[in-house]
């Protein structure tokens, strides 16, 4: 008994020091890196550290931006600083980044400007947590080598329910960049409203911009062209592609509204809801619209929605010049006619040279493989997702749990949507498996990867769009990027702590895990 006691508790502090030690040994990085090590040192940032570039300027310019923005650093490009942060060009190393810390230098390697700026990231990130005391940071001597589980990791934003502008758009697109987020699709068009600038038919903007979800007569709100471009660099800055979505045939209300003529009908709950599908200048319409969308984005790629045309077709059939369009064309039902109506304008695309993207209602369609891109987001039709990859589609997971982000994030909250009592809260998001699925294994490399939607009929307000996305983003950001095997909630937990102390500098309104009335839930009026 004497011997034992003393050597029990020898055994747990071994053990304890153990898991200490284990605890220390995450760098703290949202998403998780793929490889890493941690070596004896420190290297400590301070004023006088250089930066040096053997390789991407824009880069290092960011990375300047940012030190100075997020750390309060200064990075000068003195050639006789006596530490520096080197960015380099190296040949091997696609699609990641390298970042080896030591005593007296950062080297972060990368074969193209993607790999860099993920570099610069990370290590951002590092100095953030490790936080500034007496004006130095102190870095631990890590030694990373990371590369993405999934090349699309997406979010997509409504504007059309209700508009945020400019500067939140800006913000979002900031943290995206934080979290190696690289495809911001941009939800443009939608019954309440019409947001993008069309020159040829100015009404679009000018009356189907007017509304929003809950004011019919809410001033028309809706982005220029000339912003149009200005988000896009903005964007491309950050490795992130904006791909844009113009909504048909359904959801085109705001678009009736401006251009009557081109309406095929709704339904009394939905009215005007759809795009006419056997008018020959309803084509020609669409097709002038799409070539000046195209302009503005330089992404290859276009959403055209092709969701929920049921809700609102009702007038189709009985619309002489659908009937005639169905006989002409051998068309036996209303899918058909949407599908008809989808593929002739996939074909506009095709010849601006740009794949067509499109909700899961269009796995059936009749839509060439190597130029399509289909969203599953039916979380209660597995069998959409099963069709998608077994017609050959590259395609992107964003089923509505968890990854709507306007569901409800914890059981008492009021204001959101529930499916069947499920909802989204951040563990949700974090553990969506997708090895879970038993995708077969010649179907795998179909799946692009994965998307949260935030649909906006509940937020008015930059409060509850704060309250949606932060820090559900995080999360998301780690299953799309990290490998299974690196991701635990837990860990994740532990380094979002600072994110979030990230968060309340920025004066977002976020949802804290930790402490959930730190921020109550913001009330939804519709
Ligand atoms: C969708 O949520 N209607 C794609």
Redesign the pocket.
């Known amino acids: 008994m004497y011997l034992v006691k003393p050597f029990s508790l020898a055994f747990l502090f071994v053990l304890f020091s153990l898991n200490f030690t284990v605890a220390q040994q995450q760098p703290e990085i949202i998403p998780m890196p793929a490889n890493y090590q941690l070596n004896p040192g420190e290297f400590l940032w301070d004023s006088k550290v250089g930066i040096t570039l053997e390789g991407f300027p824009d880069q290092g310019n960011y990375l300047q931006q940012e030190a100075l923005r997020l750390l309060n650093m200064p990075l000068l490009e003195i050639e006789s600083a006596s530490k520096t942060i080197v960015i380099k060009k190296v040949n091997d190393l696609k699609p990641g980044y390298k970042i080896n810390i030591q005593q007296n230098s950062v080297t972060i390697e990368a074969s193209n400007e993607t790999g860099a700026f993920y570099g610069v990231i990370s290590l951002i990130q590092l100095a953030h947590a490790a936080k500034e005391k007496h004006g130095e940071i102190a870095l631990p001597n890590w030694e990373i080598q990371d590369s993405p589980r999934y090349a699309w990791r997406g979010i997509m934003l409504d504007e059309s329910r209700y508009f945020f502008g400019m500067e939140k758009v800006k913000q979002l697109l900031d943290h995206m960049a934080y979290y190696k987020l690289n495809t911001f699709h941009w939800h443009l068009t939608d019954a309440p409203g019409w947001r993008i600038e069309i020159k040829s038919f100015p009404n679009l903007a000018t009356v189907g911009g007017i509304g929003n979800q809950s004011e019919p007569n809410a001033p028309a709100a809706y982005y220029t062209q000339e912003e149009i471009k200005e988000i896009v660099r903005y964007a491309r800055e950050r490795m992130i592609q904006v791909i844009p979505e113009i909504d048909m045939p359904g959801h085109a209300t705001a678009a009736n509204r401006a251009y009557p003529e081109h309406s095929g009908g709704g339904s009394e709950k939905y009215p005007d809801f759809t795009f006419h599908p056997a008018k020959e200048t309803t084509y020609a319409y669409l097709s002038q619209i799409l070539h000046e969308v195209d302009a503005l984005f330089p992404s290859n790629m276009m959403h055209l929605g092709g969701?929920?045309v049921s809700f609102g077709n009702q007038m189709w059939p009985k619309d002489p010049d659908v009937l005639k369009l169905m006989a002409k064309e051998s068309l036996t039902g209303m899918k058909d006619v949407e599908d008809y109506f989808f593929e002739r304008m996939a074909d506009t695309l095709f010849r601006l040279n740009n794949k067509v993207l499109a909700?899961d209602e269009m796995a059936t369609a009749n839509l060439p493989r190597d130029k399509t891109i289909i969203f599953w987001?039916r979380h209660d039709k597995r069998e959409q997702l099963s069709l998608s990859l077994k017609n050959g589609y590259p395609t992107v997971v964003c089923p509505r749990i968890p990854f709507y982000f306007d569901f409800l994030q914890q059981e008492d909250h009021k204001y959101g949507r529930k499916w069947a009592g499920a909802f989204a809260p951040l563990d949700a998001v974090y553990n969506f498996d997708m090895d879970a699925f038993g995708i077969k294994k010649e179907e795998e490399d179909l799946i692009l990867g994965i998307q949260a939607n935030l649909?906006t009929e509940t937020v008015p307000n930059e409060d509850r769009f704060d309250f949606l996305m932060y820090p559900r983003i995080a999360a998301l950001a780690e299953v799309v990027w990290s490998q299974k095997e690196d991701q635990s909630y837990p860990g994740f937990m532990e380094r979002l702590a600072a994110h979030l102390e990230k968060y309340k500098a920025e004066k977002l309104y976020y949802y804290d895990p930790f402490d959930p009335n730190h921020h109550p839930e913001p009330v939804y009026e519709p």
Do not use: G, I, S, V
Request: glycine residues 0%; hydrophobic residues 60%; charged residues 40%.
């Open positions: 969701d929920e909700w987001w649909w």
